[in-house]
């Protein structure tokens, strides 16, 4: 087992001490750095960045060739630790000889050591992993009475700010989501900056959001997928979201998961808030306004290419979402209307 030592009060340090670690390229742009790997110890790339309110991020898109024991050794300061595991799994400990708690795919993670005790990540050897972190409190600087630092680590530690803490949470989808929206953004420079801020603090409020409702009984009682049936519905949505245009149903997409119609729509109110029927229907709208925007084709031929039958329907729920019939969408865009 290979072991890495990282110390958290600058992204700029985290990234130093991996790079030497790893013998990878770094890159840096407006606070954000990327590290790729590609040799006989790891494969992948681990990017981060800072920004403001004394929050940063840190993800692993990593294939270690090696079992990895990464030790996160706290300096003057004790951050807290925000967790998102999109892919494969991972352990956690309080220093070297704590208790290990395994973090799996599409689970939230909460952590914060100590002032003098480390956390301690564990990386399967061969695994493909993809975590997020985010990290609050890394800088050793007085939070300012209001900031979102302070309130953040007052939610978790109304009385000692300095004690030990983890908390593992349900499976989460949307957070998921989210993060597949900050891996995206293509804008550079302060604009990416921004948008990726922006994105980020959204994860961070949906992870506290998923620790307040695992908290409430009741919504322990309704989030009861495995974490298999969880990847069949993401699945299952990405194949949607792809190709809304095909002739979905309830028994061709049980058939295709192996899940129940019932755990079908189980899955799909809990991420999506919608019903099978409805998140299809949204994806077609959604994949309409797109052609309206950048393809030459009538309204009737769009209609006929995302799969729906009456345009008369259609034009009543692409109403509904644009607030406009997609004929007068359609020539709000042309520069006549201009």
Avoid: W
């Avoid at 991020?57 to 050794?73: A, C, E, G, R, S």
């Avoid at 494969?88 to 050591?113: C, D, P, V, W």
């Avoid at 550079?188 to 409020?205: F, Q, S």
């Amino acid at each position: 087992m290979k072991i890495v030592t990282i110390y958290t009060e600058k992204i700029q340090n985290i990234f130093e001490e991996l790079n030497k670690n790893f013998d990878g390229k770094v890159t840096f742009d407006v606070d954000e750095y990327a590290l790729e790997v590609n040799n006989n110890f790891a494969k992948g790339t681990i990017s981060g960045a800072s920004f403001n309110d004394n929050i940063s991020y840190v993800q692993f898109d990593m294939t270690f060739l090696v079992d990895l024991k990464l030790n996160i050794i706290n300096g003057i300061t004790s951050p807290l630790y925000f967790a998102y595991c999109s892919k494969g799994n991972l352990s956690h400990s309080f220093g070297i000889h704590g208790e290990e708690r395994k973090l799996k795919t599409f689970q939230t993670a909460i952590a914060a050591s100590k002032l003098n005790q480390d956390n301690v990540l564990y990386f399967e050897k061969d695994k493909k992993t993809k975590i997020t972190l985010i990290i609050v409190g890394t800088q050793a600087e007085p939070c300012r009475a209001g900031s979102l630092s302070q309130m953040v680590r007052e939610t978790f530690f109304q009385e000692n700010l300095n004690e030990e803490f983890f908390y593992a949470g349900s499976y989460n989808l949307k957070i998921g989501e989210k993060i597949e929206q900050l891996n995206a953004v293509t804008q550079t420079g302060i604009v990416r900056n921004l948008l990726k801020e922006g994105i980020l603090k959204i994860v961070l409020a949906m992870e506290i959001q998923q620790h307040t409702d695992d908290l409430n009984a009741f919504s322990k009682e309704v989030n009861c997928l495995t974490s298999r049936e969880m990847k069949e519905i993401k699945e299952l949505s990405e194949t949607i979201k792809a190709n809304p245009e095909e002739a979905f149903t309830i028994k061709s997409l049980s058939k295709k998961s192996g899940l129940s119609p019932n755990k079908l729509q189980e899955g799909f109110k809990m991420v999506h808030n919608r019903t099978v029927n409805d998140y299809i229907t949204h994806m077609r709208v959604l994949k309409a306004e797109i052609l309206i925007r950048t393809s030459d084709l009538n309204i009737s031929e769009i209609v006929y290419c995302i799969g729906f039958t009456s345009r008369s329907y259609f034009s009543k729920i692409f109403k509904q979402k644009f607030n406009c019939s997609p004929k007068e969408y359609k020539f709000n865009l042309s520069p006549l209307a201009v």
